[in-house]
Nanobody
Framework: QVQLVESGGGLVQAGGSLRLSCSASRLIFSINTMGWYRQAPGKQRELVAHITGGGFTNYADSVKGRFTISRDGAKNMVYLQMNSLKPEDTAVYYC????????WGQGTQVTVSS
């Protein structure tokens, strides 16, 4: 069964840090570049970071230098370390594959207070 489960969100003050985790089924993890997306209220879902099976990473300009994506192949896990958080980072965060996305998980809420 293809499944994505995100966790690690919460309420944090501006300048703080959070580490998000995503558990993916072996099927989706093995065939995909994995990405972290976010959707703020009233806005479209956007890709903020992705990582290939070989470990190549890429980031949206808005998070570059603050966020770090990583993956653990042995555990089928993807992580997003978020530092220097800003109020505009407030959103629901999701993970998914880029080439063959699965049904979206429930996401994890990140709220950054000013």
């Amino acid at each position: 069964q293809v499944q994505l489960v995100e966790s690690g969100g919460g309420l944090v003050q501006a300048g703080g840090s959070l580490r998000l985790s995503c558990s993916a089924s072996r099927l989706i993890f093995s065939i995909n570049t994995m990405g972290w997306y976010r959707q703020a209220p009233g806005k479209q879902r956007e890709l903020v970071a992705h990582i290939t099976g070989g470990g190549f990473t890429n980031y949206a300009d808005s998070v570059k230098g603050r966020f770090t994506i990583s993956r653990d192949g042995a555990k089928n896990m993807v992580y997003l370390q978020m530092n220097s958080l800003k109020p505009e980072d407030t959103a629901v965060y999701y993970c998914n594959g880029l080439e063959s996305p699965a049904r979206w998980g429930q996401g994890t809420q990140v709220t950054v207070s000013s």
